[in-house]
């Protein structure tokens, strides 16, 4: 049972848009910025957005993500095949003083 | 570039301790507010926080497991250890080393992972 909460799956065509929601408390999301994380099939997951809604270095703008009371939101526009993958959402939470993640949610590009 | 390699026995007997070290390069662990951390992934599960060490010696850790864990670094060699004692089969997973940049919430960068299977 993972502190933050994310759908199972999403689904898209290649070239639209899909939105992840990641939902929390006042203790994590609520008072921390947020991170999400890519887990590409058989690899290590790589950080995709920081401090809610930055990008890293060498990350598309096609992925954005944002924040709102105990929720945040990633985004990605222009669905690629090669953006099938595995999102996860993270956070510190102030009450466990741990990190905590979402359980995950797959992507699938049809 | 910063890189981190775990390393450890891809196999452990029930009630056995573990012992996995993250050797990484790219950064120093006596650099105010860095942090390095594990986090473990059943397979095909999801991921689950472990526990982090901070430059100063500052440790967190999971609530759920802080009676079984340990975290200790040696800066001198780039090196971040985590013991879990009293394995079980529940704890098969992928374990991953991590690495927090100072003041931040994220972590920036993740080894590649090592796999651990508890079984007699």
């Known amino acids: 049972q993972s502190v933050l909460t994310q759908p199972p799956s999403v689904s898209a065509a290649p070239g639209q848009k899909v939105t992840i929601s990641c939902s929390g408390s006042s203790s994590n999301i609520g008072i921390a910025y947020v991170s999400w994380y890519q887990q590409l099939p058989g690899a290590a997951p790589k950080l995709l957005i920081y401090?809610?809604?930055k990008r890293p270095s060498g990350i598309p703008d096609r992925f954005s993500g944002s924040k709102s009371g105990t929720s945040a939101t990633l985004g990605i526009t222009g669905l690629q095949t090669g953006d099938e993958a595995n999102y996860y959402c993270?956070?510190?939470?102030?009450?466990?003083?741990?990190?905590?993640f979402g359980g995950g949610t797959k992507l699938t590009v049809l | 570039q910063i890189t981190l390699k775990e390393s450890g026995p891809p196999l452990v007997k029930p009630t056995q301790t573990l012992a996995l070290t993250c050797t990484f390069s790219g950064f120093s662990l006596t650099t105010s507010g860095v942090g390095v951390g594990w986090v473990r992934q059943p397979p095909g599960e999801a991921l689950e926080w472990l526990a982090l060490i901070h430059s100063d010696n500052d440790k967190r850790y999971s609530p759920s497991l802080k009676s079984r864990l340990t975290i200790t670094k040696d800066a001198s060699k780039n090196q971040v250890v985590l013991t879990m004692t009293n394995m079980d089969s529940v704890d098969t997973a992928t374990y991953y080393c991590?690495?927090?940049?100072?003041?931040?919430?994220?972590?920036?960068?993740w080894g590649q992972g090592a796999l651990v299977t508890v079984s007699s």
């Open positions: 991590v690495y927090r940049r100072p003041g931040t919430y994220q972590l920036d960068y």
């Open positions: 993270g956070t510190w939470d102030t009450r466990l003083n741990a990190g905590v």
């Open positions: 401090d809610s809604d």
